[in-house]
Structure formats: C-alpha cells, structure tokens
C-alpha cells in the first residue's frame, strides 16, 4: 500500500509502453482542444452570451491521462464540474458541449434545464452530478456495486476537489468502495483552493491521498500537470479494480489558472507572484515541451492540431448558438410524475 509518495517518483521522462506516438499526439490534441473551449466559454460569458463559466484550465493533464487509462464504452465516468477533458476523451463532443453552454433544447446533459459543466451522456456513460459538491462520490460506489453485482470488470471514475473531500459524501462513498471492494477510481484533483480557501485550512493532513489508507486502500499522489504520470497511475489503479481489488484514491496536484469560476475575482485571495508563477505550470505547455523534445511534435503539427482545434470550437460556437432553445411547454418535464 503507497502512502502519498513524493511526485517527482511518479512523473515520467519517457512515454509508458504501451502508448505510442499517435496515441501521445492524440492527448495533445485532447488537452488543446479542451483549453480552445474553456478560453472561447470565457468569451461568450464576458459578451453576455454564457451565464456562468467553471475552467478546467491547469486540469487537463490530470484529466486527459486518467481517461485515456480507461475504456470507453465500458467504463462509467462521473466527473465534477471541471471535467471538461475528460468528457470530451470519453466521447462528448464541441458541438454536445457548446448546446449546455447556450442552454439549447439538444443539450446531452440536461436539455438546457441545468448549469453549464454538469456534464451527463447516457451513450457514453458519463453521469452528471448535482450542483451540491460530492454528490457523484456516493453515486459513483453505486455504480461500482451495481456493475459488481453484475459480474461485469467495468470500472467507475469519478473526480472532485479537494475541498470537496471534505464533505460526507467523500468519506461515505470511499467508505462503502473500499469495505466491498468495488471498482471504483476516486480522483481528487487537488488545485489549492476551494473556491478561495486553501488546503491548509480544509484539512489538517497534509495530503488527500493520507485519507486512503485509513479506509484501507491505496492513496497515491500524482503530478497532475504530467498526462503521462496521470495515466500511469490510473492505469495501475484500473488494474487493481478489474481484477476485483478494490478501489483507489489518487490525488492530482494541479494548477487552477482562472478564478474559482466567471464570478469569482482570485486577485482578492491569491499573491500577486502565485498569480503570476502558475504560468509555469501549465499542462499544455509542459506537455508540447515534452513531445518537442522526444522528437513526437514539430512547427508543422502543432500548427495543424491548432487549426484543427479552432475549426472545432469555431464550429461548435456556431452550432450552438444557432440551435433552438428548450419549449416552454417542456417547463416541467422531469420534475414530476408523468
């Protein structure tokens, strides 16, 4: 059992084995594409056209690595509200996430009916949470149980803040995970802040992956501006829960490079130079550093995956905003008994 171990023994100089150049370039693709969204919903909400904005920017490794470890079609994913990497590897696309932007009638998630980033598609077993935090902790042991129960080796994922580990949801779901040994993945992903409160004042553990053995399983600590590291890890854990050992916490440390969310101002609680250092740290960045380096990437294909990646977002924005809104009299569908 691994207690927090230190990051740097967990990121990668060279790719695992098992992922190749094109599977390599395909989660630079993914982690690009996942911050050209979150920058053009910041756009849209700055213009008046986007009510609410919740960024995954500094997450993306954390998130891309992780589904890439899973199976898509098979694995269940219950991500919090700043999953937008992982839905779009898991099968999401611009265009289904653009429809909960604009609140459009053909929104996967909700139909138009909720908040934006509570991210839901039955096809690709993607299931929302609500907007109290750490609900989809509990929901995801159930999964766990159910597909246990079913004798299927389908694993269940689910990610949330650290801050989030400190409500009874965490403790009850990881509980429930690790005493019947379910397939479940917990992914704390660890940005500093819950909202504008740091670790130190959530917890007195140094670490969220502390927590993990307390309820007898694995807690390890991943850099989670490292894709390759993240998927290692998740890799591992996925392993562990198919062969019916039983569940894993991972923390990831990320970077939160906006606000808390489009109405939070975190030039009220963060230093000026932590501000200005995350830059530093950011996961695209590090990560097309890394394929430069391994010869994987090159001017001319990060030029194409850009323009790629625009086109996409591009046409998603036009999509959207074109679509048609929800009915009025679909006002209480879902809310009561029909």
Known sequence: M???????????????TDVDEA??????????????????MWLLNRSGKAPFVISCQGHEAAQV????????GKDFTLPYYRGLGT???MGMTPREVMLAIFARAADPSSGGRQMPAHYGHRKHKIITQSSPVGTQIAHAAGV????????????????FGEGTSSQGDFHEGINLAAVHKLPVIFQCENNDYAISVPMSQQMAVK???????????PGIKVDGTDVLASYNVTHTAVERARAGEGPTLIEAHCVRLTPHSSDDNDRTYRPADELKSLRTHDPVVLFRDYLREHSVLDDAIDQQLRAGVKHDVDDATTFAEQ???PSPSTLLKHVYAE
């Open 2 to 16: 691994t207690i927090a171990p230190d990051i740097s023994t967990l990121s990668t100089t060279h790719p695992p």
């Open 144 to 159: 766990g149980l159910a597909e246990k129960i079913r004798g299927s080796d389908a694993v269940a994922w689910v990610s």
């Open 23 to 40: 599977t390599l370039l395909e989660m630079y693709r993914y982690m690009l594409l996942a911050r050209a969204l979150d920058e053009r």
């Open 65 to 72: 690595g992780a589904a890439f470890a899973l199976q898509r």
């Open 323 to 325: 679509s048609p809104l």
């Open 87 to 89: 839905v779009l590897v």
């Open 207 to 217: 670490s969220v992956a502390d927590r993990g053995p307390a309820y007898g399983i």
